[in-house]
């Protein structure tokens, strides 16, 4: 029986680390797949390894040839080359790991890795939501925090350093108009820090936006005013940058119009009318989007 080749995706999280074989001639599928805890003791590092070591398990069982790897990581990373420089609070002791020679050591093939929401954007551009955009194209992800992306005629926007998408620091308003860094505002812990600081509860998210639906006006002041603030901060990105599109993921974003109908309306309010036409997209990438994408990313950048 004849081996076929296909990628080894890995999208490293403050919770796991998934991993899949994508198959070389079906690229929107995973033909083996699995998942290592990144919590609880666990070392980062140790943990990636071994699903290095999954992946390449996991081809043999199956009769793949793994003729890649792909990466998509938390913190500012060198890419393609895959060194962590700096590591914020998802993935703690991550800052100086080198992806390529951990994954070399078990795998040697063609390898590439990049910050998971640039990763993401990537795959989102190439495969996804942005397949029929041209131009230059913000990536936003909501999720735990606030991570993006920049993307000119169809690249990565070039980073020596790695931070071209670092957004998180930028100062945005929340509902109150009180100014301070937009992941405190807008990201999934940003928004539930605000509402059980208001309230004395400790709520996670999902309760808080079934409060939102139910007709808590707090949580509704909270969810629309943060949102509509930092949309306000990317309509100025929009004008500073002069974007052609913007694109909406991460978990906070799948919760919808709450979410997205205020984020869109601060984005046309501050855009100046040469720009007042821009597009919004949200994602179209399904629940395995990161693993797809870090193979799209290694198919084009692996070395």
């Known amino acids: 029986m004849t ?13 796991k680390i998934a991993y899949a074989l994508v198959p070389d001639d079906a690229p929107t599928t995973t033909a083996a797949s699995g998942r290592l805890g990144t919590k609880d003791g666990h070392n980062p590092a140790s943990q990636t390894r071994l699903a290095f070591q999954a992946g390449a398990d ?16 938390p913190g500012v990373i060198i890419a393609p080359e895959g060194k962590i420089v ?42 996804g939501a942005g397949e029929s955009l041209t131009g230059r194209v913000l990536y936003v992800s909501l999720g735990t925090g606030i991570g993006g992306a920049i993307i000119d005629q169809g690249a990565l926007l070039d980073s020596p350093s790695g931070t071209a998408g670092e957004f998180a620091e930028i100062v945005c308003a929340d509902f109150s ?20 600081k208001a309230t004395g509860e400790n709520l996670k998210l999902p309760s808080i936006m079934q409060k939102y639906h139910e007709g808590d006006t707090l949580a509704q002041e909270i ?12 309509g100025a ?20 119009e709450p979410i997205l109908h205020p984020l869109c309306k601060g984005i046309k309010e ?8 821009i597009q919004m997209l949200t994602t179209a990438l399904g629940p395995e989007a990161a693993v797809l994408a870090a193979a799209q990313y290694a198919r084009d950048m692996a070395f």
Not at 89 to 108: C, K, Y
Not at 239 to 245: F, I, R, V
């Open 3 to 15: 081996a076929h080749t296909c990628t080894l995706a890995l999208d490293i999280g403050g919770t």
């Open 58 to 73: 996991a081809a043999k069982q199956h009769n793949m040839t793994i003729a890649r790897i792909g990466v998509g990581a």
């Open 86 to 127: 700096y590591n914020g609070e998802t993935v703690r002791e991550w800052a100086g790991t080198d992806l390529r020679a951990m994954a070399q050591e078990i795998i040697p093939v063609p390898f590439a890795a990049h910050n998971d929401v640039r990763v993401w954007a990537y795959g989102e551009h190439h495969m």
């Open 177 to 196: 108009g009180r100014a301070t860094r937009c992941e405190d505002v807008a990201s999934g812990t940003g928004l539930t820090a605000y509402y059980n």
């Open 223 to 234: 969810i629309e005013g943060n949102l509509h603030g930092f949309g306000r901060a990317l």
């Open 237 to 256: 990105l929009v004008t500073l940058l002069d974007l052609d599109a913007v694109v909406v993921g991460g978990g906070v974003s799948a919760i919808g």
């Open 270 to 277: 501050t855009v100046l009318p040469p720009r007042a036409s």
